[in-house]
């Protein structure tokens, strides 16, 4: 896999991992969330650098736009990585306190533009927003450092190799904010907790309690109707039809009941109640049979207008508060304080309305599903549905609002007490760390100095001292080991230079005896021994060369007429030109007077190189003095094309060298 593939593959992994991350929040208070989808994004900072990031929290964050309906969180979210990745990344290495000047400078300021101006979140929920992001942002960024510092370590331990280093000044300030960090979230969390359980208790307190009361007193004005009701039915009975329809019309007069009626059509026979809209107004309507010895069964309808329990049920409520409707058990509106709408119409509970919770007696509701959440929250109502009255099967749908039990102000207070705890802690931890570690750090500079120093360390180190009493212990021991790494050190040198020496005498000693091996002391030509090496060596090769075998003539009689310091410089004359017609490498003196050539490659006629040889000769030799003629004997041999061995050459170019004395001395074997 190649290393663009690999940072392809870590880039999708951790912006999808970004993604599902703020798919999971938690929520600290009515609204507002805690995502943790930064973390991975803060990962692909620190692994793939600002613009990878960037573009990662472009595409995780998006979430938020259907989390909170609006865009403003994912410029935020993204625009703290992006100063993660440019800003203080060298003046500020701890990058939690870098993520705090982020929210101090830059992010605080953009969440009261976009939340206070834009969307008219007010001031306590803008602050709720601005010190929750910061909050959130700080975990983040900790659970980032933290993970890749877990990673790094399991790495290290099932490879069994370190390939990311973190100074002590890291894992100390990672450590001790990680430590700062966890407890102040937990308390957070622990205080919205509270204040949303206690608020949905003091709502759910209050719904029953409007509950309660509407059913207190529709029952009281039921009770009412139904003994007036009994009451006309008393009048009525053991009267005649006519006497009872002159009395039904009195009682419509005197009483509290819109109409009374004689049926005597099919009706119950028994006592019953009900609602009926008539006219687009509803009615109580309580039947009673009525014995009065007509052949047709008759009865009493006494219809009741709810005017009056709307008024009484309603008169202690507030409109801006809770909301308390009546229906039946067909769900038609019967009374309610809500604005547009119609009685007589079916009632919704919920329709269109978005359910932001259910709780156990009710749902929590809003019906602008469009607006940011903590503002549906603040213009939400906690719906609750009484069971149906035995009697007339009636039902109270009782709407308390939310907004009066969500109160910012003591969650501001608490996260603005710890953030600045926290944030005071951290730059107080980060000082006195640096205090404490830039000790640890100088020593770690002094030692690494020593290293790159080595073998040889001149100058004294200046090793930190400090009050803490492991450091101290541990710079004195260092100081104690260089000074007997430099005595060693200088000991060891002496010896090596001693060493040196000898090593430069044994070499030369070696060169010299290697010389005295192979060349003759006294004209500096090779010897006889580099000669046999060199002719095996030819042989081995197998190319066309030649061998001349040379005596010097009567040079026993120039010994004894001049002596032998003459004869010694006659034959160093005799190298000299030998030399200078072959090239000194060819030639070579075997003894006393006896030279041999070797001509290779055997490229020109052998026998202008023999003429070339005599030539050299024809002077004579002025030694102290003395005016010395030098006659040669040359004998001659080509291989392979007389011989194939070295012995059988050599033999036959001294055979012919001494045929040539014989025919005369100076000649060539020919």
């Known amino acids: 896999m190649t290393t663009i593939t690999k940072k392809l ?40 650098g600002a613009w990878p990031a960037f573009i990662g929290a472009i595409i995780a964050q ?4 259907f989390l909170w309906n609006h865009p403003y969180a994912l410029i935020i979210f993204s625009l703290e990585i992006l100063f993660l990745g440019f800003f203080f990344t060298r003046k500020l290495k701890n990058i939690i306190l870098r993520d705090a000047l982020y929210w101090l400078l830059l992010g605080i300021p953009l969440v009261f ?11 306590e929920a803008t602050m709720m927003v601005a010190l929750k992001d910061m909050m959130n942002g700080l975990v983040n960024v900790w659970g980032a450092v933290f993970l890749l510092f877990v990673f790094s370590l399991l790495s290290t331990l099932w490879k069994k190799e370190v390939k990311s280093y973190y100074t002590m000044h890291e894992i100390l300030s990672y450590l001790s904010s990680g430590v700062l960090l966890v407890l102040s ?18 709502l759910s307190i209050t719904a029953e309690e409007r509950m309660s009361e509407a059913e207190r007193y529709y029952d009281a004005w039921v009770r009412d109707k139904v003994l007036e009701h009994q009451y006309w039915m008393g009048q009525l009975r053991n009267q005649d039809v006519d006497t009872i329809q002159s009395q039904i019309r009195q009682l419509s007069i005197n009483g509290t009941a819109t109409d009374i009626e004689l049926q005597t059509s099919t009706i119950q026979d028994t006592n019953s109640m009900e609602y009926r809209i008539e006219q687009d107004e509803p009615y109580l309507i309580i039947h009673s049979p009525l014995d009065i010895g007509q052949a047709k069964p008759m009865s009493v309808e006494t219809k009741f207008s709810i005017e009056n329990v709307e008024s009484y049920v309603l008169s202690t409520v507030s409109t801006n508060e809770v909301d308390i409707s009546m229906v039946n058990k067909e769900g038609i509106l019967l009374f309610s304080n809500l604005p547009d709408v119609k009685v007589g119409g079916r009632f919704q509970e919920e329709g269109s309305s978005k359910v932001l919770e259910r709780m156990q007696d009710g749902n929590v509701v809003v019906k ?22 035995p009697d007339t099967g009636v039902s109270f749908v009782v709407a308390t609002s939310f907004r009066p039990f969500i109160d910012y102000r003591l969650m501001n207070e608490a996260l603005l007490v710890i953030l600045f705890v926290l944030i005071v802690t951290l730059v107080i931890g980060e000082l006195i760390s640096d205090r404490l570690l830039s000790k640890f750090e100088s020593l ?6 020593v290293v790159e120093d080595l073998p040889e360390i001149k100058k004294e180190k200046d090793f930190p001292r400090s009050m803490i009493h492991e450091f101290e212990t541990l710079s004195h021991n260092f100081q104690i080991l260089i000074k007997e790494w430099q005595d060693k050190y200088s000991a060891s040198q002496k010896v090596n230079e001693e060493l040196q020496q000898k090593k430069v005498l044994l070499e030369q000693s070696q060169e010299k005896m290697e010389y005295m091996a192979h060349y003759d002391d006294l004209t500096k030509l090779p010897n006889r021994r580099h000669f046999n090496k060199k ?7 197998g190319d066309r060369f030649g061998l001349l075998f040379i005596d010097l003539d009567r040079f026993k009689t120039i010994n004894d007429e001049y002596g032998h310091d003459v004869g010694d410089k006659v034959l160093i004359e005799v190298a000299r030109r030998l030399s200078n017609a072959v090239q ?7 003894s006393g007077d006896e030279f041999t050539v070797l001509i290779t490659p055997l490229e020109e006629d052998l026998k202008l190189v023999l003429q070339r040889i005599l030539k050299q000769f024809e002077t004579p030799l002025l030694i102290e003095g003395h005016s010395i003629d030098i006659a040669l004997s040359i004998g001659h041999v080509v291989y392979p094309d007389h011989e194939t061995t070295k012995n059988n050459l050599i033999k036959r170019a001294d055979d012919m060298m001494y045929e040539c004395k014989n025919r005369g001395r100076n000649e060539l074997s020919w």
């Open 9 to 48: 593959l870590l880039f999708l992994v951790l912006t999808a991992a970004s993604y599902l991350l703020n798919t999971v929040h938690l929520s600290l208070y009515y609204g507002v969330h805690f995502l943790f989808g930064s973390i991975p994004l803060v990962m692909l900072l620190k692994k793939l």
């Open 62 to 65: 998006s979430y938020t736009l």
């Open 113 to 123: 533009l976009f939340y206070g101006e834009f969307l008219q979140f007010g001031l």
């Open 185 to 202: 979230f937990t308390l957070v969390m622990l205080i919205g907790y509270y204040e949303q359980d206690k608020g949905r208790s003091q």
């Open 368 to 389: 602008e599903s469009e607006l940011p959440a903590m503002l549906q929250w603040k213009r939400s109502t906690y719906t609750v549905v009484s069971d149906p009255q």
């Open 444 to 449: 770690s500079r002094v030692t690494t100095e």
């Open 535 to 541: 002719m095996d060596q030819l042989i081995v090769e």
């Open 584 to 590: 000194e490498r060819r030639c070579f003196r075997l």
